[in-house]
Structure formats: C-alpha cells, structure tokens
C-alpha cells in the first residue's frame, strides 16, 4: 500500500475529477464508488476494481479487511491510503466509511431487441432520480435500460450512490436513439401521458414484454416519442396532486406489471 496526502499527487488529482467532472469521466471511461456498499455490491457482481482506496484510520478495520479479501481473486492495479484530510476532499457524504474505488464504466452499448422489458429514459436530468429509477428497475426485474443522450449519465457518483448498486445488474445503452430503437423493436411500448388517447395503467394487459418510456422531470416525454408508442398510459390519481415524481411514476407502472405477472 502507498501512502498519499498530497493534492499535488496525480493519482489524487484524477480521482478528484473523476468525482467533480463528467466529461471526464465520459473521456476516462471510468468513475468513482463510494463507500463499502458500492464496492461490496460491485464485488458481489464479479466487478473488478480498477483502484482501491482507504482512510489511513481504516486500514487496520475488519471492513477494510474484508473488502480486500473479496478482491484476492481480482486485485485491483493499485491499494492507496489517503490522509484523512485529503479523503475528505474526495467523499462528499455525510458519514463516510473510510472506502473508495475507482471502477472501469462499460463501453458503449447497442439497444437490443431481445424479448424482455426495457426501461428508456429521456432527458432525466437529475441523479439521484436516475439512480432511483435504475434501482427500481433491477427491483422490478427489468434488466436492459435506454438512456437518451439527453439523460445524465449512469455512472456518476451521485448516479451510483442512488442506485445503490443498481448499475452492477443492468444492461444500460448510454446516447440511445430512443426514435429508432422503439421503431425496430418488436415489443410494444407504453408511455405515461394525460392525452386523448391515454388508457388507465390498471386497464392494460402487463403480462407480456414491454418497452416503458418516462421523459425528463418537468417536460415530461417529448412528443415524437409520445405519437411513436402502442400505448399512452394514464396513473389513476384520486388526490388533487397533478403529477408525480418520475421516479415514483416508474414505480407504480413497473410494479403493476410485476404484479399481473405473479
């Protein structure tokens, strides 16, 4: 292990904008997992970590030991222990445990047409509501996820924190032609939408395969991907609120799915 508790060291200058800068992150392929969490649900994954990094206060503690016994059979390129001081530059958390790794993000995707639900997002430009969803989605069963290249990235830390190792059990297509993949998948395709056309979730037939389009916070879905779906799906909402959190709106139509289907 090599100590580091220098801001001038270059290793600390590349996981710091790994942290802060998503362009980089995008161009180094690569991003940041913070906490014991992450790293234990990467691990359990079979996701290698690129570099291990520990809190000079943790070194010695059964977390730490345990982490590095998970990643005997894939040891990461490098082990570093930061000073405090300078961990605590990198891990914005409240309570951090003392862990960090950086990981490799996967290479660009292709949308595939295989016979199983997808999730397509466009323009969700919030984080942790991705992050939410993503979770969501794993929790739901649906295993490939769409994300238009208006939608923020997947592999952010704010993203991975959200999604509570999410990421490590989906299969994401990152800069999606959502038009173009919704026009060659045989699957039908639903969208929540409070148009003329818009049936009620609990009116639907979930059983089979299907594509769910959710669009960003306020905007909602555009309107291209609106007139291009089988289906304009409508939540029931007795109460006076006008519409929910998209996070919360994938919920509730993902698990009525699960629901017709148990």
Request: glycine letters at 6%.
């Amino acid at each position: 292990m090599k100590f580091i508790s220098s801001r001038d060291n270059p290793t600390f200058k590349h996981l710091r904008a790994l942290n802060e800068d998503a362009r980089y992150r995008r161009e180094q392929r690569a991003s940041v997992l913070d906490g014991d969490h992450l790293l234990l649900a990467a691990l359990e994954a079979g996701w290698p970590l690129k570099r291990l990094v520990l809190r000079e206060d943790v070194v010695d503690t059964a977390l730490a030991q345990q982490i590095l016994a998970r990643t005997v059979q894939q040891p990461p390129e490098e082990v570093l222990v930061f000073s405090a001081a300078l961990f605590k530059v990198l891990s914005p958390v409240q309570t951090p445990t003392g862990l960090l790794a950086e990981i490799a993000v996967p290479a660009d995707l292709q949308a595939s047409a295989l016979a199983q639900d997808v999730l397509a997002l466009a323009g969700v430009q919030d984080a942790g509501n991705l992050g939410t969803l993503l979770r969501t989605a794993v929790a739901a069963g649906v295993r490939e996820v769409w994300l238009d290249r208006h939608t923020t990235h997947a592999w952010s830390p704010k993203a991975l924190r959200a999604g509570m190792g999410a990421q490590f059990q989906l299969r994401i297509v990152d800069a999606c032609d959502l038009a173009a993949s919704l026009a060659v998948c045989p699957l039908p395709s639903y969208v929540t939408s409070l148009g003329r056309r818009s049936e009620s979730l609990y009116a639907l037939d979930l059983r089979q395969p299907g594509i769910w389009v959710f669009g960003a916070e306020g905007q909602g879905v555009p309107a291209e991907l609106i007139a291009q779906a089988d289906h304009e799906v409508r939540i029931p909402m007795p109460g006076v609120i006008e519409s929910l959190n998209v996070a919360a709106a994938a919920a509730v139509c993902l698990f009525e799915q699960v629901r017709q289907r148990l």
